[in-house]
């Protein structure tokens, strides 16, 4: 189970197919609607202990992709409040957490980054420019990082790159003060577009 949160609105939880009840049968989930509340339930507690994502005294809105490998991607989105809504008379300044979505994932050694893409490659993903603004990879503690800045969520193949990196690597975390450790701490090995330049020169 991992999740991504990407604002303080917008969470992203990966399932694998075993993690869901009966036996990870989908349509058998929903279709109780009883026993498919209950587990989001449990879910929504771990997202709050884990990344702080929390959905209490707000409607949540929850949109669901079945990926290839037989895992779930679901978006979990809070709705804002009327009562909140209707008290906002002007503009309200976006902090950067609300514009801002990072994802930092961890493979144990540059073998398996590459060999991730390489089957991103294989896979024929075209335009990786275009799933974020910034993608860095750094070296640091004797593993290497990947730092995904300002994820693309209407990129084409995001599915299919969500449900490939954890094949070969763990998600991390997506917290800012990380990437400044990375800066401080870490080696950069690769910059701007670290998939593609891999892709390049290493395959």
Not at 22 to 38: K, L, Y
């Amino acid at each position: 189970m991992i999740f991504q949160k990407l604002s303080e609105n917008k969470l992203k939880i990966i399932l694998s197919n075993d993690e869901l009840p009966n036996s990870g049968n989908f349509d058998d989930f929903i279709s109780d609607s009883s026993e498919a509340r209950h587990t989001f339930l449990e879910i929504l507690d771990k997202a709050y202990d884990e990344v702080g994502f929390n959905t209490r005294d707000y409607k949540i809105k929850i949109d669901a992709i079945a990926l290839r490998n037989g895992n779930f991607v679901f978006t979990v989105t809070k709705l804002v409040k009327m009562k909140k809504a209707l008290k906002t008379a002007k503009p309200r300044k976006i902090a950067k957490s609300d514009i801002s979505n990072f994802a930092v994932y961890k493979f144990d050694s540059f073998d398996d980054f590459c060999n991730f893409c390489s089957f991103l490659k294989k896979l024929d993903l075209i335009n990786l420019s275009n799933l974020a603004r910034k993608i860095e990879l750094y070296s640091y503690n004797n593993c290497y990082y990947l730092s995904v800045f300002r994820i693309n969520e209407n990129f084409s193949d995001i599915a299919k790159f969500y449900s490939s990196i954890t094949e070969f690597c763990k998600y991390f975390s997506n917290r800012e003060l990380f990437i400044s450790v990375l800066k401080e701490k870490g080696s950069l090995i690769l910059k701007n577009n670290a998939i593609s330049i891999c892709q390049k020169y290493f395959i």
